[in-house]
């Protein structure tokens, strides 16, 4: 059974930085295409990131040059750091698998790790 | 970036009746080169994650009850639930995966 475990959110003021991590098991994250996906409270869903199981990333425009996806084989786990946050990323962040590539449809998710900017 | 648009954004039903709800993209997620719609549906119930129902438009994911089912090709698209039950209750997203991926705004079913 695939498990997804995000850790690492929390709350960070405007223009702060933060790491999560999505601990990964019943798949390698080396041979996977590992995704984060975002929820602003009371709102839909937004694609962000994915690390392709080839080695690329790709990024949403609202996050592309503050936000750097990458992994690690040794933790199979997967990390997202945000740099320069606005009031606007906070959400909860999910961390998702894409079965079969990017473009992609997504599952299973992660239960979600909490991000507040706010001074 | 395609835009998806759900409705209605919310509703009620009764147990054990039958709903649609539509979800229409602003541009075509038909490939022509597999005839396949770039198109999934998920399930989040209160309190929890997303959980994917549908994709290729009308594919059961391993595990959903069949009482679930996608329809519609090109730009409109169906998300069926032929008896409400109610673990039911939740907010249905359409996605598409055609190009950079984008969700719906959320259709919200509720017991009436």
């Known amino acids: 059974e695939v498990q997804l475990v995000e850790s690492g959110g929390g709350l960070v003021q405007p223009g702060g930085s933060l790491r999560l991590s999505c601990a990964v098991s019943?798949?390698?994250?080396?041979?996977?295409?590992m995704s984060w996906v975002r929820q602003a409270p009371g709102k839909g869903l937004e694609w962000i990131s994915v690390?392709?199981?080839?080695?690329?990333?790709y990024y949403a425009d609202s996050v592309k040059g503050r936000f750097t996806i990458s992994r690690d084989s040794s933790q199979n786990t997967v990390f997202l750091q945000m740099n320069s946050l606005r009031d606007e990323d906070t959400a909860v962040y999910y961390c998702?698998?894409?079965?079969?590539?990017?473009?992609?449809?997504?599952?299973?998710w992660g239960q979600g790790a909490l991000v507040t900017v706010s001074s | 970036d395609i835009v998806m648009t759900q409705s209605p954004d919310s509703l009620a039903v009764s147990l054990g009746e039958r709903t649609t709800f539509n979800c229409k993209s602003s541009?075509?997620?038909?490939?022509?080169?597999?005839?396949?719609?770039?198109i999934a549906w998920y399930q989040q119930r209160p309190g929890h994650p997303p959980k994917l129902l549908i994709y290729?438009?009308?594919t059961r994911e391993s595990g959903v009850p069949d009482r679930f089912s996608g329809g519609g090709s090109g730009t409109d698209f169906t998300l069926t639930i032929s008896s409400l039950q109610p673990e039911d209750v939740a907010v249905y997203y359409c996605?598409?995966?055609?190009?950079?991926?984008?969700f719906g705004q959320g259709t919200k079913v509720e017991i009436k």
């Open positions: 541009q075509s997620v038909l490939h022509s080169s597999n005839n396949k719609n770039y």
């Open positions: 019943g798949l390698t994250v080396t041979t996977s295409h």
């Open positions: 690390f392709h199981g080839n080695g690329n990333t």
């Open positions: 996605q598409q995966y055609y190009s950079t991926p984008t």
């Open positions: 998702v698998r894409m079965p079969t590539g990017y473009p992609n449809w997504f599952g299973p």
């Open positions: 290729w438009a009308s």
